[in-house]
């Protein structure tokens, strides 16, 4: 792999397990998330509808300040869409070459390249 291909895997990677930790927590909170199984536009009502339940909760009962400062910074600005299964579709590979070229210019972080 490219140095650039690196880069965006690394930066790819870590947006998933952030997504990964928001669905564990929103599952350690509303128990539906362990066995939902509903059709994708439905699932995308119930969790954002969780997102905002759960924001909500956390600003009227925060459990530390941390919290509280989390609350006052955070924007819920991104929709949920269907990802569906990890196969290649047409013009993927399109796409994902448009995220590297932002990922290593516009898009470059000060520390992405000390974890390559």
Known sequence: MTE???????????GRRVVENVFGILANRFRIFLTIHLSPEKEQIITLASCA????????MPTSLQDEEINNNFTFKFGLCHQGSNRTKDGSPAVREEFKDY????GAVPWQYNRV
């Open 53 to 60: 339940l759960h924001n909500f909760l956390r600003t009227k």
């Open 103 to 106: 990922f290593m210019n516009e």
């Open 4 to 14: 650039e291909q690196r880069v965006f895997n690394y930066i790819l990677n870590r």
